[in-house]
């Protein structure tokens, strides 16, 4: 029986090789619009590992639609490099396309030297903060034609096809949607004429290119933005763009301002591509399921059931560039699955840095990171296995090294597990299993249940020990703290221990939030529960959502600072204080705790007050401190020694990932 990912197909006539379409992701590798080595080299590793389209960008089509971190397309001297990328990408064995997108009111003046972004209407963006200047009925022409224009671009560079982001809140969708489009002219108003500023840009660029190019368009199957587009409105848009001459759709979901989670952990897999399905049967062309697919078998089945023709696979193949290759040579067990953490990727977009992966060190840094096998291999030992010290492992043994890594319980992972344990992040535990996978698949010799010593050491005499021993939960100096019902949170994530109904957290940070997100969930519905009480019409919709979210712990989350959870990244931090609003958790912020008592915690509040919380379980989630008992030892016996993770510093995982990677390729090892 044929593999559906593995059938080619065809968009107009681009000819791909297989169902994998790895669509266009902001990556801050550009410099002054210019396509870079670092972009080449990052796109041509996906390429080798089996895509069978390949989007990069977004382009830019004028001065006012991007930055100069995005790859230019509006200009004649780009093209060079715009050439470059396309071959490298087409030398490897995939399709070469460029998405051209104009962000409209997404775009901030601090990008455009002080000019004000545009849109269909001067409304505020909640993203930005900014006003727009309402475009002129010329300037809606001049746009028109610069997409068109750069177009003809991406055609004379040598490209199979061009891609257009109608989606996302950007500037064609601004025009689309009653939200932010409120003119009175021929582009607002009715649908009809929301929708032909877009309609008008694909037959400007059909006009220009010529109907053989292949153009396909990346449109929103819903905006979930309350008084915008409808997702019928969407579908009606989507049959419009087939008209004018479009060859294939892919769908997004949502607008940057949405407040439903799009990108994060908590996003099922593959769950939007009903938004595919719904717009496939409107239209004729090939439609493109996007959004959380991350492994093959949740594609294969998307595919299979008719849910769409292609799948777009983004943040996956970050993780891991070879996805496609392993899925077709049935190494399924070795891929390693991106767990939409958000950490690398976009948090680093907001901090203005090129995208990285918590799940992959090598991914834009290709070049850097080739193997180059060591001419003297040494004996290492890896002490720990937790996040920092598998990814030590793998790294040294890549480079050729004779790797034990040694584990005092009988589990890989460590801290990876904990972070697993809140409602929709069980990710964390698929990334514990595909690193050990990956140890398996280096030949690393892994020796559980074993605790480390001097006399160890000096009987396996290695030629070099890298310490990943992690860290342990802080204790706090507050009276009580010693009492039989205080507990720390990583017990309570470890489910090591049991909770009573009334729980105080002391601590707001991630680990604080994540333990009441843990414990809120206590006594709620499943969600197959859910489905099933929803089919059935066991109960209204209304009182199953209250089954679903409201369980059964009092919650009280106490944080000396002026906000709970300041340490979790951007991408995630919204949607996770989200759910934190949405159950039965009660934050108290700028309060300290001043003693622990049997049956409550005494706190000072913001404003100087003493109040009495009842608790029968005090949970603490203070913080950790690094844990590196051996190293003095280590370093007395002469024996190099290199620190990585939390036992050099605390951070998050993708530090320790990284921290690992790199130690595993330090030049003392060889």
Not at 370 to 394: C, D, L, N
Request: hydrophobic letters at 40%.
């Amino acid at each position: 029986m044929k593999d559906p990912l593995f059938e080619q197909t065809n968009i107009g006539c681009m000819a791909v090789k297989n169902r994998i379409y790895m669509p266009a992701m902001h990556l801050n590798m550009a410099q002054n619009f210019e396509v870079t080595d670092q972009l080449v080299h990052f796109y041509a590793e996906r390429a080798k590992g089996g895509a069978g389209a390949i989007s990069v960008g977004y382009a830019t089509i004028d001065d006012l639609s991007g930055s100069s971190m995005n790859i230019g397309a509006h200009k004649d001297e780009f093209i060079p490099g715009l050439k470059r990328l396309a071959e490298a990408i087409q030398s490897n064995g995939s399709c070469a396309i460029v998405q051209l997108n104009h962000s409209g009111r997404y775009n901030h003046s601090f990008f455009l030297n002080g000019k004000q972004p545009v849109a269909p209407s001067a409304i505020a963006s909640r993203l930005t903060r900014e006003t727009p200047r309402m475009l002129e009925l010329d300037e809606i022409q001049q746009i028109i034609d610069h997409f068109a224009q750069a177009a003809l671009r991406v055609k004379k560079a040598g490209y199979n096809a061009v891609e257009v982001l109608a989606g996302t809140g950007y500037l064609i969708s601004e025009f689309l949607s009653p939200l932010t489009n409120q003119r009175t002219d021929q582009y607002g108003g009715s649908l009809d004429n929301r929708m032909r500023f877009g309609v008008e840009i694909m037959l400007a660029i059909k006009q220009a290119t010529g109907s053989e190019f292949p153009l396909i368009v990346r449109i929103n199957g819903n905006e979930f933005m309350p008084g915008g587009s409808s997702s019928d409105d969407l579908q009606q848009f989507a049959m419009a763009l087939e008209k004018a001459g479009v060859d294939a759709l892919c769908i997004n979901v949502g607008w940057h301002e949405a407040r439903v989670p799009q990108i994060v952990t908590e996003v099922p897999r593959g769950v939007y591509g009903y938004l595919a399905k719904n717009i496939k049967e409107k239209v004729k062309i090939p439609v493109i399921a996007s959004h959380r697919i991350n492994d093959p078998n949740t594609a294969r089945e998307m595919l299979a059931d008719g849910i769409c023709d292609l799948v777009a696979i983004g943040r996956g193949l970050i993780a891991d560039p070879f996805f496609p290759e392993k899925a077709k040579t049935h190494k399924e067990n070795e891929i390693v699955h991106c767990v939409a953490c958000a950490q690398g990727c976009f948090d680093h977009l907001f901090q203005l840095k090129s995208v990285a992966c918590l799940c992959n060190p090598k991914a834009g840094y290709e070049k850097q990171t080739q193997i180059e096998k060591v001419q003297t291999p040494k004996r290492v030992m890896v002490i720990g296995g937790g996040a920092a010290g598998m990814s030590a492992a793998i790294s040294a043994s890549e480079v050729g090294h004779d790797v034990t890594l040694y584990e005092q319980s009988n589990k890989l992972g460590g801290q990876l597990y904990l972070a697993a344990a809140p409602p929709g992040r069980d990710e964390f535990a698929v990334l514990a299993r595909d690193l050990e996978q990956q140890l398996i698949k280096q030949s690393v010799k892994i020796v559980f249940n074993q605790m480390v010593s001097k006399s160890l050491i000096e009987k396996e005499k290695p030629d070099a020990v890298i310490i990943a021993t992690g860290a342990k939960p802080i204790k706090p100096n507050i009276p009580g703290a010693d009492l039989p019902h205080v507990i720390q949170a990583w017990d309570v994530l470890s489910e090591s221990v049991f909770t009573g109904k009334n729980i105080v957290i002391i601590g707001g940070g991630a680990v604080g939030v994540e333990t009441a997100l843990f414990l809120s969930d206590k006594g709620t519905l499943s969600g197959e529960a859910v489905k099933f009480l929803l089919v059935n019409q066991a109960e209204t919709p209304e009182t199953i959502f209250q089954l679903a979210t409201k369980g059964t712990k009092e919650i009280v989350l106490i944080e000396m600072l002026d906000a709970v959870g300041k340490d979790i990244g951007k991408s995630t931090r919204w949607a996770m204080m989200q759910d934190v609003n949405r159950r039965n958790i009660s934050i108290k912020t700028a309060s300290k705790a001043l003693e622990i008592k049997n049956s409550c915690v005494m706190i000072e509040t913001k404003d100087g007050a003493t109040e009495e919380i009842k608790a029968d379980t005090v949970v603490l989630a203070i913080g950790s401190c690094s844990y590196n008992p051996l190293q003095s030892e280590i370093e007395s016996l002469g024996i190099p020694v290199i620190v990585a993770g939390d036992a050099l510093k605390i951070g998050k995982a993708f530090e320790a990932i990284h921290q690992g990677f790199a130690c595993g390729r330090q030049k003392t090892l060889g």
